[in-house]
C-alpha cells in the first residue's frame, strides 16, 4: 500500500511539475489553445515513450546479468551463483526481475541439497509468478524435483498432475528439454513404478544432459532402480525359504 502511494504521490507531482513547464512556455511564447495541447500531446507522447524504452532497456540489461550466471549452475559452483544472484536480486527495481532471480536461486539451493529451504521459496513465490506462465512452470518443475530430493513422491506426483497442462508447452523448448526429462524419469520410476527399460533411459539421458549439475539425479535414479531390484530379490528370497518350511 505505501508503494501505490509513493507512486501516485510521484505522478502526481510530475504531473504538476510538467503543468508548470507548458504554462511557462505558454505565456513566454504567447501561444495559443491549439498550440498548446500540441505541444501537450507531443510531449506526454515523448515523456511515455522515453519511459517505456528505459524500462526495457533496464529489464534487458539485468535479464542478461542473471543469464551470464546460468554456467555456474551448470559447473555447480552454486555458493558463488548465490552469491551473485542475491546480489542482483537485491539490487534491482523490478518486481519481474527479483521474482526470476529468487527463483534461480532456488537452483542454486537445490543443489546443495538444501531442498527443505529451496521448497519453502518456491511456495512463497506462486503468488508473485502465477501471472507470468514461463516463470510458473519453471517455479513447479524446480518444486516437483524438490519433492522428489526429500522423498515426498505423492506431493510430487500431486504436482506433476495438476501442472500437466502448463508442461506440455515448453516440454520440448530447448532450454528446459534436459529438466523435463529427469522430471519424467523420476515421475516414471518413484510414482508410477515404471521399471522395464529405465536403466536404458538413464544412460541415454546422462549422454543428452553431460552437465555435473544433473549427475546426482541420475545416480539417485540408478540407486533407486538397483535397491528396488535388491527389494524384490529379498521379497523373492523369503517368498522361498517360507514355502519350504511349509513342505
Known sequence: MKKIRKSINICIALGILFGLILLFI??????????????YISSSIAVLLISVIINLSYNIFYGRKINALTPLLGEAKYDEYLDKITAIRDKVKSKHLRAIAELNRTAALTGKKEYATAVEVLKELEPRVKKMPSVEMVRRLNLCLNYFYLKDYEEAETLYQDSEALFRKYKENAFYKKNFTILDLFMELCCYGKKEGVAERIQEARRMCPEKQFQEDFAYLEEFLEEGKRNLQEDTKSDVLSRGKEK
Open 26 to 39: 505558454k505565456l513566454r511564447f504567447q501561444l495559443s489553445k491549439e498550440e498548446t495541447m500540441r505541444i
